[in-house]
């Protein structure tokens, strides 16, 4: 994916607030050395709290291998949510708090590279850069410059229950075709617990936008385009992406039977709880539904996962989802800073993250995961996956819920064409703004 550049007049009036944005380093002024044993001073670090719960091994091993070559710099490390986390980030930056490290998703960071506010880093100080993931690469990528590291990458595939499929088909095989699946499902429906009315086959979320832009790009069509005239527009109510959504709404009014309104962040409880034999997700997601307390420890080796097909006879194109790490632009400590991220996405770090079926940030390491069955569906999504707009308002439209909005309205009566039409009436006005 290349990324397109604005016109020159909009990014000079984006980077305008340079000087009024970025980290103050919440640790202090910081003493740092040519000898990395005599550099001192705190090192404030935000990671989300999927590390926290799924990885903490690896935050351990790299602080352990940190404070080896760094034992006078103190580690300040805090977990965010992804909830919170960017109102927390934008007031610590007005206030001059921010951390030194900071986690970004990589639908996230194009607000904060054209505000000023992440350091510029070599490509070539870090490890693998040379086979980073493009679509990762790409959101830390501006002008030529480099203003993150990627971290992970993710893809969406089908988790499903293969005790619930094998009984209803004969088969816990995953369908490979939609047609298939759809028969599939009909059959679990019919055979879901007696007097269980919220029991969803298929359980797809109303409001999810990330599944529904996937089927716009099954069909050919997108979120926004960028033009000859420099400006993004929203391009949602053009027939390709109109069948795109039109074609998800259906499958969730035909198969979610919970409250249509709900989101899809606590959907892989649905799936813990049997409430659902298949849901769109992340691989790791499987595990999560399997753990307690939101999950059931007897599903361990039900859940299995394997790629969702598409209307047109290939897979469902995936958003290639993920994070990125970067040192705050005002930073105290942005060499100790920067070494702290080289470790954190070396070799080793990303094996460690291979080994829990999450995806590297690199090709090279990838390659394995495509043929071991916990993620194969997963890995080999990430070539032909989507990405939100590269834009500067992209942030903006995530936030105040256009997407959402939009299909919420469809799923409460209002025509397809109409819903559309207001979504990129609300880009048009967001996307190519910063704030």
Same mark, same amino acid.
């Given at each position: ?355 829990? =079926?999450? %995806?590297?940030?690199? #090709?090279?390491?990838?390659? @394995?995961? &495509?043929?071991?069955? $916990?993620?194969?569906? !997963? /890995? ?20 105040? =819920?256009? %997407?959402?909005?939009? #299909?919420?309205?469809?799923? @409460?009566? &209002?025509?397809?064409? $109409?819903?559309?039409? !207001? /979504? ?12």
């Amino acid at each position: 994916m290349k990324r397109k550049l604005m016109a020159a007049s909009v990014v000079t009036a984006l980077v305008a607030g340079l000087a009024a944005c970025g980290s103050g380093g919440s640790g202090g002024p910081a003493k740092q050395s040519a000898d990395p044993r005599a550099t001192s001073g705190t090192l404030t670090i935000w990671l989300m709290n999927d590390a926290q719960s799924s990885w903490p091994e690896l935050v351990q091993q790299v602080n352990d291998e940190f404070a080896k070559t760094y034992p006078n710099v103190t580690i300040k490390l805090s977990y965010q949510t992804w909830a919170d986390k960017v109102n927390n980030l934008d007031t610590a930056l007005a206030q001059g708090t921010a951390p030194d490290v900071v986690e970004l998703g990589n639908t996230e960071t194009m607000k904060y590279i054209l505000g000023g506010s992440l350091l510029e880093e070599n490509k070539a100080d870090f490890e693998n850069s040379d086979a980073w993931i493009r679509g990762l690469e790409n959101t830390c990528d501006y002008n030529g410059k480099l203003y993150c590291v990627p971290y992970y990458a993710g893809a969406r595939v089908a988790v499903y229950n293969s005790t619930m499929l094998q009984q209803a088909t004969g088969s816990a095989d995953f369908p490979k075709t939609e047609d298939e699946l759809r028969a599939a499902m009909d059959k679990v429906q019919q055979g879901a617990p007696k007097g269980d009315k919220s029991f969803s086959a298929l359980y797809l979320p109303g409001p999810y936008w990330y599944a529904a832009m996937s089927y716009v790009a099954a069909y050919g069509g997108s979120i926004a385009k960028f033009d000859a005239a420099g400006n993004w527009h929203g391009t949602l109510e053009d027939p390709k992406a109109q069948q795109g959504i039109q074609h998800f709404v259906e499958l969730v009014k035909k198969y979610n039977h919970n409250d249509l309104t709900v989101n899809e962040l606590n959907q892989s409880d649905v799936l813990g709880k049997q409430k659902a034999a298949v849901i769109y997700g992340n691989g790791w997601e499987a595990g999560k539904a399997a753990t307690p307390p939101g999950g059931d420890a007897a599903l361990k080796d039900v859940l299995k996962v394997a790629g969702f097909p598409g209307p047109n006879g290939k897979p469902l194109p995936s958003f290639i989802g993920g994070s990125d790490l970067a040192v705050t632009a005002k930073s105290n400590v942005s060499d100790v800073a920067k070494a702290w991220i080289k470790l954190f996405t070396s070799t080793k770090s990303e094996a460690l993250l291979a080994s829990k =079926n999450i %995806l590297p940030n690199n #090709l090279t390491q990838l390659d @394995a995961l &495509k043929y071991r069955p $916990e993620t194969a569906a !997963a /890995a080999n999504a990430v070539p032909d996956a989507w990405f939100t707009p590269l834009a500067p308002g992209w942030a903006q439209v995530e936030k105040q =819920n256009v %997407l959402v909005d939009m #299909l919420n309205s469809i799923l @409460a009566g &209002k025509s397809v064409d $109409e819903a559309t039409k !207001a /979504a990129d009436a609300q880009i048009n006005q967001l996307i190519n703004n910063q704030s």
